[in-house]
């Protein structure tokens, strides 16, 4: 902005306030030089935007990138190997990104504090899955996550306060009517991450139905010393139940629809804490929506460490028997806790797995190549031809989750050189500066909003009282008269209201 005059800014500027389209009839020479009625300005040729407030070559506004070629299996063409890329979409990634990436360091940082404690699994490194393949679906398809989501809930609507509020374990104010979910297994409110209770015996309480309010978390700090040894909190303790699967309960099962006013609906669902539940589960949501005929699709996804499962192989016969419009998606960050692909897996061809399903192997750090394969995907399932697999080759930079240091199994030679070499957010910003699409001043204005929402919100989520007691137990049946619930000890005694 300070390298072009003040009365060139203040045309531009009334010329975008005369006729929108202006930008579109600016031509510009190989020398870069502006014209103006048949004059050539010698200034600096950047365009002013009144909605972007930095200057920007517009013929570089819309640009098409040439992608890696994806691996195919039983499928006679794959994804295209050129994407457009608009201004528009590539800031709305970066900055994406940027949330994601801040946030779990945040959640690091706050773990490392002893705010957040038992598990907790971190997803900086792997952001462009969540948000290629947010860009690929529609707002109304239907996502079903493992247990490192804190991203994908993000891309699915939460702000980055009621996640670290719930991962810091605080009260959060009821959400208004215009804010439903349907939660399934504690879905965002009440613990989605595992971080506040054991993984094998993760929440099977507090699971809520109530279609008007959520509700509130309810998991206070004092539960999470119960965390140790000997006295782990698990289902028989708190007196809680799985969720019968009734008629009246597959819609709760079809999972997490999150409505805000300025957003459509956004279907999401957190896994249970046992890995590889979120591959059947899809199965059933991809089944509810080809019965109801929504033309609608379910993502399912899954890790490396969980694709040896034998439900996963159940699952895509019957999900093939049946033409579910079903996208199966294996993440594989390269290591199944710390064990390597190498090391656990006869083939680490995943996407083949499926053997009579077709396949797809993807850069799962480059976004736009994640797009464009999950487009690929979806077309294909709604066009009746049935589920579909896909292999993201992705890499985490924590560890599995806290408790584990992440470099014991690998080198930290390795994380530099993944780090250096494939960062996501660093390959979408040297895109965006070598064609124009952004200026460094930018970028840098959005990484500094970035890091000011996630301080903010930590502020909140570390600020906020913590739940009283008496809502422990609360909404574990939706809809019932207030029950009493037993405790960690047969003495110990509980109220559930709905």
Known sequence: MTQIGTEFAEWAKQKLEQDPQFMQKILFSDEANFYVNGEVNKQNHRYWSDTNPHWIDPSKTVGTKKLMKCDTHRLEDGPPTKSV??????????????????????????????????????????????????????????????????????????????????????????????????????FVKNNQSITAVQHEFRCHFNIHRNKDVPARNTIPRWVKALRTRGTLMNKRMLGATRMARTPENVESIRLAQLRSPNRSARKHSSELGLSNHSVPLGAGVALACKYKGTDEVCVSLYGDGAANQGQIFETYNMASLWKLPCIFICENNKYGMGTSVERAAASTDYYK?????????????????VREATKFAADHCRSGKGPIVMELQTYRYHGHSMSDPGISYRTREEIQEVRSKSDPISMLKDRMLNNNLAS??????????????????AQFATTDPEPPLEELCNHIFYNEQPMEVRGTNPWMKLKSIS
């Open 353 to 369: 797995r499926g053997d009579f399903i077709p396949g797809i192997r993807v850069d799962g750090m480059d976004v736009l190549c």
């Open 85 to 186: 890329l608009t201004r528009e979409d590539a800031l709305k990634y970066y900055r994406t990104m940027q949330v994601i990436r801040r946030m779990e360091l945040k959640a690091d940082q706050l773990y490392k504090q002893k705010i957040i404690r038992g598990f907790c699994h971190l997803y900086d490194g792997q952001e462009a899955c969540a948000v290629g393949i947010e860009s690929g679906i529609r707002l109304t398809d239907h996502l079903i996550t493992a247990y490192r989501a804190h991203g994908y809930t993000y891309t699915r609507g939460v702000s980055v306060r009621e996640i670290l509020a719930e991962l810091t374990v605080e009260a959060m104010e009821p959400w208004t009517i215009e804010h439903r979910v349907f939660v399934y297994d504690c």
């Open 440 to 457: 460094v001043e930018e970028l840098k204005e959005i990484d500094v909003e970035v890091r000011k929402e996630i301080e903010e919100a």
